[in-house]
C-alpha cells in the first residue's frame, strides 16, 4: 500500500478493525518512510456475470432501478426499495463466492418482493422468467396463492413466542 503522503510502497498495519458487520475491513497503516500514519478500506468485491459473458461490479442501485420499475405505481417507497436491495445484497454476499450469476440476483430479489409487494412481485416476475403467455401469468398467481395461504395458516415463529409468553 502506497503512503497518500510521500508515496512511499512500504506500510505496515498499526491496527485493523471489521465494519459493516464484517463486509469490510479498516486498517490503520503507518508509513515507514515519513511515518504519518493513514487508514485503509478493504471490502469484498461482488461481481454480477451477465448472461452474455460480460463481468460488472454488483450495484444496489441498479437493483433498486429495476424494481421501481415493477413497482410504477404502487404504494412502495424509496425506503423499502433500498433495505430490499440490502437484503439482496446479503443475501447474494451470503453465499461467499466473489462472482455470481445474474440469474441468482434475480433469484434473490423475488422473494423479498413477493413480501413487499404482490403485484408487483408480478410484474418482476413476469419480465425475469419472460412470461409468454397467460398460463404462465395463472399458474404464478396459483402459487402465489399458495404462498399467501401457507403464510396465512402458519404463523411466523415470532408471533407464536409471543402468544406462548
Same mark, same amino acid.
Given at each position: 500500500m502506497?503512503c497518500?503522503?510521500?508515496?512511499?510502497?512500504?506500510?505496515?498495519?498499526?491496527?485493523?478493525?471489521?465494519? @459493516?458487520?464484517?463486509?469490510?475491513?479498516?486498517?490503520?497503516?503507518?508509513?515507514?518512510?515519513?511515518g504519518?500514519?493513514?487508514?485503509?478500506?478493504e471490502?469484498?468485491?461482488?461481481?454480477v456475470? #451477465?448472461?452474455?459473458?460480460?463481468?460488472?461490479?454488483?450495484?444496489?442501485d441498479?437493483?433498486?432501478r429495476?424494481?421501481?420499475?415493477?413497482?410504477?405505481?404502487?404504494?412502495v417507497? @424509496? !425506503?423499502?426499495? &433500498?433495505?430490499? /436491495? &440490502?437484503?439482496?445484497?446479503?443475501?447474494?454476499? /451470503?453465499?461467499?463466492?466473489?462472482?455470481?450469476?445474474?440469474?441468482?440476483?434475480?433469484?434473490?430479489?423475488?422473494?423479498?418482493?413477493?413480501?413487499? !409487494?404482490?403485484? /408487483? =412481485?408480478?410484474?418482476?416476475?413476469?419480465? =425475469?422468467?419472460?412470461?409468454?403467455?397467460?398460463?404462465?401469468?395463472?399458474?404464478?398467481?396459483? !402459487?402465489l396463492r #399458495?404462498?399467501?395461504?401457507d403464510s396465512?395458516?402458519?404463523? @411466523? !415463529?415470532?408471533?407464536?413466542?409471543?402468544d406462548? /409468553?
Open positions: 502506497r497518500p503522503f510521500c508515496r512511499h510502497a512500504d506500510s505496515r498495519v498499526v491496527d485493523s478493525r471489521e465494519v @459493516d458487520e464484517g463486509q469490510a475491513i479498516r486498517r490503520r497503516r503507518s508509513c515507514s518512510a515519513c504519518r500514519r493513514f487508514t485503509t478500506s471490502t469484498m468485491v461482488l461481481a456475470v #451477465k448472461r452474455s459473458g460480460v463481468t460488472e461490479q454488483f450495484s444496489r441498479k437493483v433498486v429495476g424494481v421501481r420499475r415493477a413497482c410504477q405505481g404502487r404504494p417507497d @424509496d !425506503d423499502a426499495l &433500498q433495505q430490499l /436491495a &440490502q437484503r439482496v445484497e446479503e443475501s447474494v454476499r /451470503a453465499t461467499g463466492a466473489a462472482e455470481v450469476p445474474s440469474h441468482e440476483v434475480g433469484l434473490a430479489i423475488l422473494g423479498p418482493l413477493r413480501e413487499l !409487494d404482490t403485484v /408487483a =412481485y408480478l410484474r418482476f416476475a413476469s419480465v =425475469y422468467r419472460a412470461f409468454s403467455s397467460i398460463e404462465d401469468f395463472e399458474e404464478e398467481i396459483r !402459487d #399458495k404462498v399467501i395461504a396465512v395458516a402458519r404463523p @411466523d !415463529d415470532s408471533a407464536r413466542s409471543a406462548d /409468553a
